[in-house]
Antibody
Framework: QLQLRESGPGLVKPSQTLSLTCAVS??????????WSWIRQPPGKGLEYIGY???????YYNPSLKSRVTISGDTSKNQFSLDLTSVTAADTAVYYC????????????WGQGILVTVSS | QSVMTQPPSTSGTPGQRVTISCSGS????????VNWYQQLPGTAPKLLIH???QRPSGVPDRFSASKSDTSASLAISELQSEDEADYYC???????????FGGGTKLTVL
């Protein structure tokens, strides 16, 4: 059974880098059948797409965040990670990792989400 | 502000049929496929509809969707209390060159 689990610090100081990891079990991040994405949701607000990694190497980033985002994969641990630099309070959100099968927005499995607060 | 507009809220009574609209533009809804997500309180979103009108396995046929020109809609028939959730439309936007979500609609079952 596929499981995704986000991990990382729940509190990050302004101007620092937010780093999260999504551990995947039940499927390989190297598989060409899926892409692996990050999506976030500020408290009480809607969803925002961050980007994806495909076959543990190719990446796509939302143009609005591209200058600050890096998504990488670790096939030995079957996990992928998100780095978001120069964070501000506006980056406070629940961050989800998700698998897409088929289209880029066909998220068929999600992690439970992790709340990251940006505050000094 | 989202490039695809949804009503912030809607409501219905058990057994009723409700629809949720998603208004976009040529660069998103008209040119690309639309997905719908259901987010129950305190949980991650769940794929409800993909490729405009296709239900993934396990999604009840009470949920249906359609698209016409620059608008899409989600219909829920035989409304149940468990349908109370936030609903989001999503599509690729050729102008933004990225995926976009609607602002979400909160469905209350009275």
């Amino acid at each position: 059974q596929l499981q995704l689990r986000e991990s990382g610090p729940g509190l990050v100081k302004p101007s620092q880098t937010l780093s999260l990891t999504c551990a995947v079990s039940g499927a390989s991040i190297s598989s060409g059948d899926f892409s692996w994405s990050w999506i976030r949701q500020p408290p009480g607000k809607g969803l925002e797409y961050i980007g994806y990694i495909y076959q543990a190497g190719s990446t796509y980033y939302n143009p609005s965040l591209k200058s600050r985002v890096t998504i990488s994969g670790d096939t030995s641990k079957n996990q992928f990670s998100l780095d978001l630099t120069s964070v501000t309070a506006a980056d406070t959100a629940v961050y989800y990792c998700a698998r897409a099968q088929g289209g880029i927005l066909d998220f068929d499995s999600w992690g439970q989400g992790i709340l990251v607060t940006v505050s000094s | 502000q989202s490039v695809m507009t949804q009503p912030p809220s809607t409501s219905g009574t058990p057994g009723q049929r409700v629809t949720i609209s998603c208004s976009g533009s040529r660069s998103n809804i008209e040119r690309n496929t639309v997905n719908w997500y259901q987010q129950l309180p305190g949980t991650a979103p769940k794929l409800l509809i993909h490729n405009n009108d296709q239900r993934p396995s396990g999604v009840p046929d009470r949920f249906s969707a359609s698209k016409s020109d620059t608008s899409a809609s989600l219909a829920i028939s035989e409304l149940q209390s468990e349908d109370e959730a936030d609903y989001y439309c999503a599509a690729w936007d050729d102008s933004v060159k990225g995926p976009v979500f609607g602002g979400g609609t909160k469905l209350t079952v009275l």
